[in-house]
């Protein structure tokens, strides 16, 4: 069965590094169709292969460092991350992809990744909340977040759209 876990990465104490997890936040309070999963993930992504478990998808909400404008909407799939070494995740990039190999060699199938991400302006400063350029994008990037929600369960799921 196809099933779709979609994990806010990142520190919410460090500003903008806190944006995956402000938006799983956000989607969790909506409804979605059982084969959708919204879960925050923190830093530690080594750590959560396991939560990788009977998901054939994989949406991962957080900052990426591409050196583009603060702001910056991103979607990177797999591939893009692995062979294109200026499209980075924080420091949870490299992780990732470990943990997606560390769960493949465990439970025999790899969760199939796709990453949204936001260009940070600040990522280092001790604060709940973000900077006002990541704010402004804020709603576009939940909008994106839903946009691909939809469109997997359009193609994998049974056609249902957030309720």
Request: hydrophobic share 40%.
């Amino acid at each position: 069965m196809n099933k779709l876990l979609v994990l806010g990465i990142g520190n919410m104490l460090l500003t903008d590094d806190g944006v995956g997890v402000f938006a799983s936040q956000e989607l969790m309070k909506e409804d979605w169709p059982e084969q959708v999963t919204i879960r925050e993930g923190g830093t530690f992504t080594q750590d959560i292969f396991y939560s990788f478990k009977g998901y054939s998808h994989l949406l991962v909400l957080d900052v990426v460092h591409c050196g583009g404008k603060p702001g910056t909407l991103y979607r990177l799939t797999e591939d893009a991350l692995i062979k294109d070494d200026k499209q980075r995740l924080s420091i949870h990039d490299i992780d990732l992809i470990d943990s997606l190999l560390m769960a493949e060699k465990l439970f025999g199938t790899k969760s199939e990744l796709l990453v949204l991400g936001v260009e940070p302006k600040d990522y280092v400063t001790w604060n709940i909340g973000l900077s006002d350029d990541v704010r402004a994008v804020f709603p576009e990037f939940l909008a994106l977040a839903r946009k691909e929600i939809g469109e997997w369960l359009k193609r994998y799921g049974n056609g249902e759209t957030r309720a």
